[in-house]
């Protein structure tokens, strides 16, 4: 049955988005490869967003916690079924896109479901929604691969009295750091940087990190990055050319049980690429109409954070999302549905909660 959009992608700005068509009336094929949510399954067990409840509420549905605190990942998980079954969204998940044809106004999308099964889409107009998080940015570094080294951190519990070099100095790394040395870990960061950055830091994160490091609690290693990695134990390049002149030294050897690598991630491209979307810029972010959020492939439309690209210096979240489903959502009504009514309270919080919000003040 054709239907007026195909939505690809059920994260929070996904589902958001889906709430826009329905509600403005136009019907949806919504495509998900995993669960709703998939990035947030990936997370460490009992990890915070770095956001407060109010700049990640979608579809104007607020988060109640019982102590007004910032939710878990496992908090946000519950609040999205909570959003698809009040709303009663149509998701079709564990299904992944296989290929894309046809053209503005007649679009096909071939998937492949989890029993193995080939099911095709019919839509009108396109959507992206498949986020910025699907792929682990690797270093390509002898050892990266083994067993005892990981790109996501799980839990502090794997980690209680042992050896951990974490390697990054953003957000993820520093509360790794923190959360794995309460655990009982000894827990030891190295960081390309002269010292962690207090302002691209969470304050709170980077005062108990500043506090820990100065009393030896964790060992910091700056100007450095790991050449190689081995069974207990990674080999340290320092950098050079830091605040003090050092120069580049002879690598050396830091003892370590287990290696956590916050590198960042990269998006997938593939759905992209069928559709012909250009990539631009250092990010290769793809091209979009940012009035429309229409890209330059006709009818293809791109919302989220995959409108940053890969993102090394963050500037799209689901905080600054949120407008993005606004503007694809009247784009398409406007050729689809003239007498649509897309209200701004459909997305985001409740009005009476919203406040400006830009992408520094969320950074």
């Not at 491209?269 to 972010?285: D, H, K, N």
């Not at 091209?287 to 009818?299: N, R």
């Amino acid at each position: 049955m054709k239907r007026d959009v195909i939505l690809v992608g059920a994260g929070p700005v996904g589902i958001e988005m889906a709430a826009v068509l329905k509600r403005s009336g136009l019907s949806v094929h919504h495509i998900e490869a995993g669960p709703i949510g998939a990035t947030i399954t990936r997370w460490p067990r009992n990890t915070r967003f770095f956001s407060s409840p109010e700049w990640i509420a979608i579809a104007g549905i607020p988060i109640q916690t019982a102590g007004q605190e910032i939710v878990t990942g496992e908090d946000y998980l519950a609040y999205l079924r909570q959003v698809v079954e009040i709303l009663d969204l149509e998701i079709n998940t564990y299904q992944t896109v296989d290929g894309i044809s046809g053209k503005r106004g007649a679009f096909t999308v071939s998937a492949t479901t989890l029993a193995g099964e080939m099911v095709a889409y019919e839509g009108s107009r396109l959507v992206f929604a498949t986020g910025d998080m699907n792929f682990v940015r690797p270093l390509e570094i002898p050892g990266e691969n083994l067993p005892h080294v990981t790109h996501l951190w799980s839990d502090p519990h794997l980690y209680f009295r042992k050896k951990l070099l974490i390697v990054g100095g953003r957000n993820s790394a520093v509360e790794a750091a923190i959360r794995s040395w309460r655990a009982g870990a000894d827990v030891t960061i190295s960081y390309r940087g002269d010292a962690l950055d207090e302002k691209r830091l969470i304050s709170r994160l980077w005062l108990e990190t500043d506090l820990l490091i100065k009393n030896g609690q964790i060992q910091f290693l700056p100007r450095t990055v790991p050449v190689a990695i081995g069974p207990g134990s990674v080999t340290l390049r320092r950098t050079g050319g830091g605040t003090g002149g050092d120069s580049p030294a002879d690598p050396f050897d830091v003892a370590a049980d287990f290696v956590y690598l916050a590198t960042g991630f990269t998006m997938d491209r593939r759905l992209y690429e069928m559709c012909g979307i250009s990539m631009e810029g250092t990010e290769r972010q793809p091209h979009v109409d940012t009035a429309t959020m229409e890209s330059d492939a006709p009818g293809v439309y791109v919302v989220g954070t995959a409108c940053g690209g890969d993102q090394h210096g963050y500037s799209v979240f689901i905080t600054t999302s949120h407008e993005h489903c606004l503007k694809a959502a009247r784009s398409i009504a406007a050729d689809l549905a003239p007498t649509a009514s897309i209200e701004d309270g459909w997305v985001g919080n409740l009005p009476a909660r919203d406040y400006p919000l830009s992408s520094g003040d969320v950074e």
